[in-house]
Structures are given as C-alpha cells and as structure tokens.
C-alpha cells in the first residue's frame, strides 16, 4: 500500500538532527532557529530527559509546549532551568569539556567542516548578503566534542572556499590543525545534515564523507548540489522521511508558528521502504 506524504525540505533536515540526538549527552546550540528546534522535538519524542545549554548562558531549561514564537530572551525559554549564566560561562564549561555536542546552522561548508554564517559576496566591507554573525558558534565550533551542522543541500553552500570563516572545523584538513590553533585535541565537526543526505569527516583526511542518503535522492544528485566532490562511503545509510507523529509534533507543538520550517515542499510516495520523489519546488531565492 502506498502513501504521500509531503513535509518542507527544513523538517526533513530538523527530524534527522533530532533523531541523532540522545538523553545521555549533553548539547550546546543557538537561542533560536532549527538547531533549537531540533533539540526540542528529540527532547518531546524520544529523549525527554535530554539536557541542553543555549548560548545565552541559559542552562538546562524545561521549555513548556506549545513552544512561544520567539524563545530567544524570553521567559519561555529558560522555564524551570537548572541555571541562569552567561555566554562566558557556558563557553569555559565547553573549554572544560563539559559539552558533548554543538548543534549549528551554517550558511556555508566546506570540505574540512569550516563555515560561514556571518555573510557572502566578494568583501566584509561589500557583501552580498550579510547575516546574523556567529553569535557563541565559534565557541561552541571550538570547544565542543563534537559538531553537527544543519544547512540545505545547494552548490552555493557547499563551497571549495568560504567567503568569511566564522567558525573552525578541521581547518586545513591536516593532522593537528585544529590543536596548532589553540583548540581542545580530539574535537571537531561530527556530522552535516541536508534535506537529502547526512555527512560524517574521514578520519584520516578530515575531508567531509558522504554517509547516508534520503531514499528519494542519489549520489549524483547531492553531487551535483556541491561545489567539492566529497568522499563517499562503502555503505550508504537510508535516511528516513519525517514519520508522522514527527510532523505532528513538529508543528503543533514544537514550531507552532511555522517560522523555522518553512521551506520548499517535498512529496514523496511510500511503499514499504521505499520512496519516490513526486514533487519538490525549486529552492527559493536566497533560500
């Protein structure tokens, strides 16, 4: 028996965050946008007793759903914490190891984990398009075990060179690079998530793998969204579409708004384990 089901391409990329998250550890994200939800749906589905710091400082929290449009410096979002502290705080807590995950947005990648979220064009001074900087995603890029990024499968995003490092993954690829720069031995990127594929880093290399593909989607078709070609694994994982109780949970409790996981929409046919694309909208400009 088949089934259509039809999410946007941020709530695929939001419900595969979520499910690599787990209650044993502990997460470092932004104050806002889909890293924070995707901690809060794994939180909700599956690991309620999942711990997380934002970069505010705020540490523990216990966020009340339906979530409130805006949770960044808002009562809302530091509901029952365990402590209230600072962007200095919470980054020496990180220095110290005391964070096992980062969870970022990047507006640009490259092939060694290093991104971009502060602008794109040809000069800081001329920009294209500027965003909203790196806030604490440098320290939590730094200092965290590991990392794991969130951004759209596009060939502007995937880049052979950053327009603006904002943040270090395995800077130049080469064994020692990141503790040559003063950063903690043994940390770095850990896995980047798009709508149609998740990466891991060769261990060897540091250069970004692909490791596992949405069923709908194939090599050639992350391939031709990236600047780089990536290395591939022996075995590609199966990464599954947003389940329903996901999309459920995700939009009327999580995001009721709708703000973080608007995108272009994705349907697709279910038979068994399978899945067909039948529909995806164009990526829209500036998207």
């Not at 946007?8 to 965050?17: F, R």
């Not at 209650?23 to 889909?34: E, R, V």
């Not at 800081?124 to 499968?153: D, H, K, V």
């Not at 060769?202 to 600047?227: C, K, Q, Y």
Request: charged share 20%; glycine share 10%; hydrophobic share 40%.
């Amino acid at each position: 028996m088949t089934e259509t089901r039809t999410f946007t391409d941020m709530e695929q990329i939001i419900c595969t965050s979520a499910r690599l998250m787990h209650a044993d550890k502990l997460y470092f994200t932004a104050i806002g946008g889909p890293p924070l939800v995707a901690v809060l749906l794994a939180k909700t589905l599956h690991a309620p007793n999942l711990a997380y710091v934002v970069e505010d400082g705020t540490i523990a929290p216990q966020v009340q759903l339906p979530a409130p449009m805006f949770l960044i410096e808002a009562s809302g979002g530091s509901y029952r914490a365990a402590s209230w502290t600072d962007m200095n705080t919470v980054g020496f807590h990180a220095g110290l190891g005391y964070l096992d995950y980062g969870i970022l947005a990047a507006v640009q990648v490259d092939e060694y984990g290093n991104f971009n979220s502060t602008f794109v064009g040809p000069a800081y001074e001329r920009p294209e398009r500027r965003f909203g900087g790196p806030g604490g995603a440098n320290e939590i890029a730094s200092l965290c075990w590991r990392t794991i990024l969130m951004t759209r499968q596009q060939g502007r995003k995937f880049v052979k060179k950053l327009d603006f490092m904002s943040s270090p993954g395995f800077l130049d690829g080469s064994a020692g690079a990141r503790e040559r720069a003063g950063l903690p031995a043994d940390t770095g990127p850990w896995r980047v998530v798009t709508e149609m594929a998740v990466f891991d880093f060769d261990e060897e290399s540091h250069r970004i793998r692909l490791m596992g593909l949405a069923p709908w989607a194939t090599v050639d078709d992350v391939v031709a969204e990236m600047e780089f070609e990536p290395l591939v694994a022996s075995t590609l994982e199966n990464i599954e579409v947003p389940g329903e109780e996901e999309l459920a949970v995700l939009r009327a409790q999580v995001d009721p708004s709708g703000r973080t996981v608007r995108g272009r929409w994705i349907t697709v046919e279910l038979d068994g384990e399978s899945a067909r694309l039948v529909e995806q909208e164009a990526p829209a400009e500036g998207a």
